[in-house]
Antibody
Framework: EVQLVQSGAEVKKPGESLKISCKGS????????IGWVRQMPGKGLEWMGI????????RYSPSFQGQVTISADKSISTAYLQWSSLKASDTAMYYC??????????WGQGTMVTVSS | QAGLTQPPSVSKGLRQTATLTCTGN????????AAWLQQHQGHPPKLLSY???NRPSGISERFSASRSGNTASLTITGLQPEDEADYYC???????????FGTGTKVTVL
């Protein structure tokens, strides 16, 4: 079964750092782009960026460039999304998704990140 | 960055047909087409249609996608209670070199 499994929910304070993960299985992890998508409470989907685990080629949405870092470790079929200094406005659900034919075809279950003092 | 425009809500009766629209421009929907996603409350999105209007395995034939110019459409026939969800379109924008999502449409089955 093709699936993406994300790390669990996080509760952090403003200014803290965080790295969440997305592990792929059931397919060739290095052959598909992986995207990260933010969904703030009660809001729509926002594209953050993508990475090609085969060579770690990474592209960012201008809205998120410099705010987050996307990386991957192909040896363990895992992609990451990290923040160096969280803000309250980073509170959201974060999804990873595989990209096939320019569509987000397989989604992780989501990681809820709550940033509160 | 610019997104794709969808009507906020659509309400139709049980077993009726709903048509959802997604309007972009010549750099995204008009050039590459749009994919469609369904999201039930509290769940991750699920792909209903690739941008060439093909359905992934396991997706009901009641969902069909099409495109005319810069507007993509998703038609849901024989509406069922389980079709109540939020629906999003997505596309690659060649001018922005970015993926863009639609604003989302909430479908209510009366």
């Amino acid at each position: 079964e093709v699936q993406l499994v994300q790390s669990g929910a996080e509760v952090k304070k403003p200014g803290e750092s965080l790295k969440i993960s997305c592990k792929g299985s059931g397919y060739s992890f290095t052959s598909y782009w992986i995207g990260w998508v933010r969904q703030m409470p009660g809001k729509g989907l926002e594209w953050m960026g993508i990475i090609y685990p085969g060579d770690s080629d990474t592209r960012y949405s201008p809205s998120f460039q410099g705010q987050v870092t996307i990386s991957a470790d192909k040896s363990i079929s895992t992609a990451y999304l990290q923040w160096s200094s969280l803000k309250a406005s980073d509170t959201a659900m974060y999804y990873c998704a595989r990209i096939e034919r320019d569509a987000f075809d397989i989604w992780g279950q989501g990681t809820m990140v709550t940033v509160s003092s | 960055q610019a997104g794709l425009t969808q009507p906020p809500s659509v309400s139709k009766g049980l077993r009726q047909t709903a048509t959802l629209t997604c309007t972009g421009n010549s750099n995204n929907v008009g050039n590459q087409g749009a994919a469609w996603l369904q999201q039930h409350q509290g769940h991750p999105p699920k792909l209903l249609s690739y941008r060439n209007n093909n359905r992934p395995s396991g997706i009901s034939e009641r969902f069909s996608a099409s495109r005319s110019g810069n507007t993509a459409s998703l038609t849901i026939t024989g509406l069922q209670p389980e079709d109540e969800a939020d629906y999003y379109c997505s596309a690659w924008d060649s001018s922005l070199s970015a993926y863009v999502f639609g604003t989302g449409t909430k479908v209510t089955v009366l």
